[in-house]
């Protein structure tokens, strides 16, 4: 059967523990090894399959990491109906991955083709590892000098960023042939998630809205959708 009609079908077996543990998501995985810790095992066991491999901050190595995930992959696959681990990781650029410049490099350059190639080349390296998820593009716009993350966004313009992220996100999220063309979702690409939603950047006072001291995001002149665009007419397109 076709996928679609196979998840379709699938989708109906599970129990609402089963949902739920899919719904959820792991902590940060720094310390791994090639074979399944007991940790690992309890969330797994709790159906648990989105995974947050945070190992490009720790310096281990890749074919570490790419033992660990196959031998998590191998561990769930005798689990209820098999799904897999969907693994997730933050931009690690330069750890174990070729060193693009940031955001804000990429944005300096003014030129879109660039960032395609470099979320290209992110998501083949990522797919290798395992991992089919990225934790990017940050395209929160550049909007309160004090905040910390500035570096990881695409600077203060909302139009520049719109196009960054647009050419990123094909990049990240597609795969082309030996001639260029864009074959669609397929063995090279990762998921997109864009962040932060309008909300971190727009920081009262800069502070870091994964904290409490940040909770609330402030518009100065009612400038609310104009931070919408990168993610509206860019990310989302």
Known sequence: LSPEERADDLARRLSTQQVAGLMCFSAHQFSIERDVNEDQKTFLNQHLRSVLNSCGMTGIPNDVQIGWANAMQSYVEGKDYGIPCYFASDPRTGQGTADWPGNLGLAATFDTALAKTAAESISKELRDLGV?????????????????????????????????????CDGLQSTYGPDGEDL????????????HWTGEGASEGGREAHLDGGKYAVYPNNNLEALMIPFVDGAFQ
């Open 132 to 168: 089919a998820c990225f934790l990017a593009p940050q395209v929160d716009i550049s909007s309160e000098p004090r905040w910390f993350r500035n570096s990881g966004t695409f600077g203060e313009d909302p139009a520049l960023s719109r196009d960054m992220v647009r050419e990123f």
């Open 184 to 195: 669609g979702w397929g063995k090279d690409s990762v998921t997109a998630m864009v962040k």
